[in-house]
């Protein structure tokens, strides 16, 4: 007993650092990355990658793929996976333009603002439904996630189309008004570039911006501070484990399912807000990028690991590989598919590579290494 | 010693076919440490599932401190002070030592991160447990993790503490170090219910014992008064003094014919390093307790577990045996103690479980006509006399002794010059038993060696000329000729025999 005690306090009491933990180094690399390659873009090849306005213009045309991707990043850590979330973003948006154009029941006397507040509603509800059923199919009858998620992407595919069949667009001759709202961007002057003539321009930013933003910041702490948080990384961790520590397993797979497709749903929202348009090929593949993303981000398809601060980073990162093959000329549009993967394999690779490394005697640093307590 | 904590009266339970418990009785006392003992099918697991509200129980009572309890779900029994730590760890490797002990017990809907890891210090250092809060579990070793998993029991007030096999995977300090740990809590007054194989650990901090066997209590004793000798009389539920030597006129095979396999410290994942030899035409065991290493050691001559260290000789020639197709291109074959997990596949016939070794050894490009697999199975059908309708019925269907034929004529099939038989009489009828028990010193006249291991100590002083005796891991001792007896066997067992020559 003494031998242990000494032992022991002294590992307590020389209170070192604890070693980075696998899911941190993960997100600190992809951080890295996405810094790294855009100094060097700004350096190599100039033009657009100079203004901020290109960071706005990532944020701007990705807002929705954030969100779908934290989504996916919950699911992910809860050890399940949700293929339907592009889906759902097509149906809402989809869906959202028909209301705003008052197809889907005449919207007389009410003001432009309270359409758009409907249309939001309308929006979120519809997540919450595919949420509740996908997370009662997965959780309590205990269907593969993957085949349900399956079979809700086809659903909610095979339903834009019944609700409309060709393509639908907000237009400023029909919806002037809503067209306004949706389309607010809040102009930031400081952050401005002068354009040709020297004129300032000021830097732009969409409101969906700022929604995605909350949501990276709110699941965050959801993840970080809460029990519910806490509970998703049990579960992911050892299904079997969390079940015997007294967590209710099937409850907290229901609640990760929920917020995915509750996410997915503004998602859909914002996404419309961008394109004020419905179509049955909206987002197209959008659930790929997202598992591309969080994964990029340092979230293990295995469960258990993971945060949204690496997918938010991981979403950068493949837009602005993305901008990068297209400014070095190759315009073709498979050149940003070929790269997509070939970096999502160097990631992969990455990661293994790494965390394997921790776990055996190498040269690391102190704080890079995991030493056995 | 202290009051008493736990009793379980007359506990009895059944599975369809099976008396796993016939009214067996436990005590516990508050501050000591009770092993559980007893060999495979004896009922330790079955009562730690009853007292932990895993099986109900078909009748008996059971009381804490005199209360009588009611438990129907592991929940209960965590409300009632019951709690247990399993040998596989039951905690997430990717959460933090601090959450690992927090988690999961009506936490705030906030996690108060500085509250816990405080409390989860405190803890840890009152206990002496070498781990910190922050650590994430997975990086802990086996043994650090199992002691965080008591440390969390005993912050949720536990008076009954089930250790189930918790030393099976740490080596010797670690076992020291959970040694004390034990007995700071006995001290702080929790009963431990401490289930185990090895039976030095059992003398090392146990206080009493209670011994099984087929489901019925042998008895409980205290350490001091119960030998090591006996204890394994009781456990195999043998009288060390009646004990009647027979079987004298074993087949005289021992004849030492040239060297076939040897292996010089020969280790695997599981396995510690060993040595081993067999000669040609010779039929040797392997004996011990459950747990004490036996099929560990065959399976690493094999290498069905990862080879680690050792050199192999295969008629005096070096080889390199890696891989479990290595083994057999070397003429080596092993029927596996788990036949329904590792041997039969049950939705194939019986002619392609019979020929699929030797289509693994051919390689898959040089089919066999179906003509040629027909005769093959025929062949050893008739030869081993399998009873099945045909050579298309499913294996699944076939009883177990036939099923067991079926993996021994695809084995054969192969030619093997040296085989491993892994407990091949379990589970089948009498009659089978003696079959096979003849047709391997059949197998070993015309020439083969044969490694024979079983639990049933008659059977293997029946077959075997030499036997190899394990304890907790190592090879304690080797007996042959006119040293086969039972009590021999189990002197060597307990610690009192022979040394290894």
Redesign the interface.
């Given at each position: 007993?003494t031998a242990?005690?000494v032992?022991?306090?002294e590992?307590?009491t020389a209170r070192r650092r604890?070693?980075v933990?696998?899911a941190t180094l993960l997100t600190c690399i992809s951080i890295g990355i996405f810094l790294t390659m855009y100094i060097v873009a700004i350096i190599t090849l100039k033009g657009g990658f100079t203004k901020p306005q290109q960071v706005f213009d990532i944020l701007n045309n990705n807002a929705h793929l954030i969100i779908i991707a934290c989504a996916l990043t919950i699911v992910m850590i809860n050890g399940s996976i949700d293929i339907s979330v592009a889906g759902v973003v097509a149906l809402v948006s989809m869906v959202s333009v028909m209301f705003l154009k008052g197809r889907l029941w005449p919207a007389e006397g009410m003001s432009d603002g309270v359409r758009v507040a409907l249309a939001a509603c309308i929006a979120v509800g519809i997540g919450l439904m595919f949420g509740l059923v996908q997370g009662t199919l997965i959780a309590y009858l205990d269907i593969q996630p993957f085949i349900v998620t399956l079979a809700g992407m086809f659903f909610a595919r095979g339903m834009i189309t019944i609700v409309s069949a060709e393509p639908l667009q907000l237009t400023v001759s029909n919806e002037p008004g809503i067209l306004t709202i949706v389309q607010h961007r809040i102009e930031m002057m400081f952050l401005g570039s002068p354009n040709k003539k020297g004129v300032i321009i000021p830097a732009r930013m969409e409101v969906g911006v700022i929604a995605a933003l909350l949501v990276v910041v709110i699941i965050a702490v959801i993840l970080r501070?809460?029990?519910?948080?806490?509970?998703f990384?049990?579960v992911?961790?050892?299904r079997?484990?969390?079940l015997?520590?007294?967590?209710n397993v099937k409850r907290t797979r229901f609640q990760a399912h929920l917020i995915s497709s509750l996410l997915a749903g503004i998602a859909g929202f914002v996404f419309m807000m961008h394109n004020v348009s419905g179509n049955a090929t909206n987002a197209t593949a959008g659930e790929m990028d997202a598992i591309a993303s969080s994964i990029i981000g340092g979230t293990l398809l295995s469960g258990?690991?993971g945060n949204v601060i690496g997918t938010f980073f991981g979403v950068m990162i493949l837009a602005t590989i993305k901008l990068i093959v297209v400014a070095s000329g190759l315009r073709e549009p498979w050149w940003q598919t070929i790269t997509t993967g070939a970096m999502l394999c160097f990631f992969i690779l990455l990661q293994s590579v790494v965390l394997s490394r921790r776990g055996h005697k190498m040269k690391l640093p102190p704080w890079l290494k995991?030493?056995?307590? | 010693m202290g009051e008493i904590l736990l009793t379980m009266r007359g506990i009895c339970k059944s599975f369809p076919g099976v008396k796993a418990l016939n009214n067996v009785d436990f005590t516990l006392r508050a501050g000591e440490i009770h092993a559980l003992m007893g060999e495979n099918g004896a009922g330790k697991s079955t009562l730690i599932k009853v007292l932990t509200g895993v099986y109900p129980k078909d009748t008996g009572e059971i009381s804490v401190e005199g209360q009588p309890i009611a438990i129907h779900s592991p929940q209960d029994a965590q409300k009632n002070g019951i709690a247990t730590v399993y040998q596989e760890i039951t905690l997430c490797p990717n959460l933090t030592v601090a959450e690992n002990m927090f988690i999961g017990r009506n936490e705030n809907l906030v996690v108060d991160w500085g509250k816990m890891v405080k409390r989860s210090d405190e803890l840890l250092k009152n206990l002496g447990i070498p781990a910190r809060p922050k650590q994430q579990l997975g990086s802990c070793s086996i043994a650090v993790q199992q002691m965080v998993a008591i440390a969390r029991a005993v912050d949720m007030n536990c008076k009954v503490l089930i250790l189930d096999e918790p030393t099976s995977s740490l080596d010797d300090k670690e076992v020291e170090m959970l040694f004390s740990l034990m007995r700071d809590l006995k001290s702080r007054g929790v009963g431990i219910i401490f289930v185990t194989h090895f039976l030095e650990q059992v003398y090392a901090v146990s206080d009493r014992i209670t011994v099984l066997r087929n489901g019925e209590l042998v008895g409980e004793y205290v350490v001091e008064e119960l030998p090591q000798v006996e204890l394994v009389a009781k456990m195999m539920g043998k009288e060390l003094e009646g004990l009647s030597d027979l079987d004298k006129n074993r087949g005289k095979s021992s004849a030492a014919g040239e060297s076939l396999y040897e292996a010089e410290n020969l280790s695997s994942s599981e396995a510690k390093p060993f040595d081993f030899q067999i000669a040609k035409g010779e039929v040797n065991g392997f004996t011990g307790l459950l747990g004490s290493g036996r099929s560990e050691s065959v399976r690493a001559i094999f290498a069905a577990d990862k080879v680690t260290g050792g050199k192999v000789r295969m008629k005096g020639k070096q080889l390199n045996i890696n891989t479990p197709y290595q083994a057999m291109k070397a003429g080596i074959g092993y029927l596996p103690e788990d036949r329904k997990r590792d041997g039969i596949i049950a939705d194939l016939s019986v002619r392609e479980n019979i020929i699929l070794a030797l289509q693994v050894m051919k390689g898959f490009f040089h089919p066999m006509s179906k003509a040629q697999m027909s005769g093959f199975a025929d062949e050893y059908i008739r030869a081993l006399e399998i009873k099945t309708a045909s050579q298309d019925t499913p294996v699944g269907s076939l009883s177990g002794g036939n099923q067991q034929k079926v993996i021994l004529a695809r084995w054969l099939l192969t030619h093997p010059e040296y085989l491993i038989l892994d407990e091949p009489t379990r589970g089948i009828d009498v009659g089978t038993k003696t079959e096979i028990q003849r047709l391997v010193l059949k197998l070993a006249e015309e020439g083969m060696s044969i490694t024979f291991i079983s639990s049933e100590i008659e059977e293997m002083l029946r077959t075997c000329s030499r036997l190899i005796v394990m304890r907790d891991r190592k090879i304690v001792g080797e007996l042959k000729g006119e040293e086969l007896t039972q009590s021999n066997v189990m002197r060597t067992i307990a610690g009192g025999g022979k040394e290894n020559a």
């Open positions: 007993m242990n005690s032992s022991t306090n590992a307590i604890e070693p933990s696998n501070k809460t029990r519910l948080g806490r509970h990384y049990a992911g961790g050892n079997q484990s969390a015997t520590l007294g967590i258990g690991v995991l030493t056995k307590g | -």
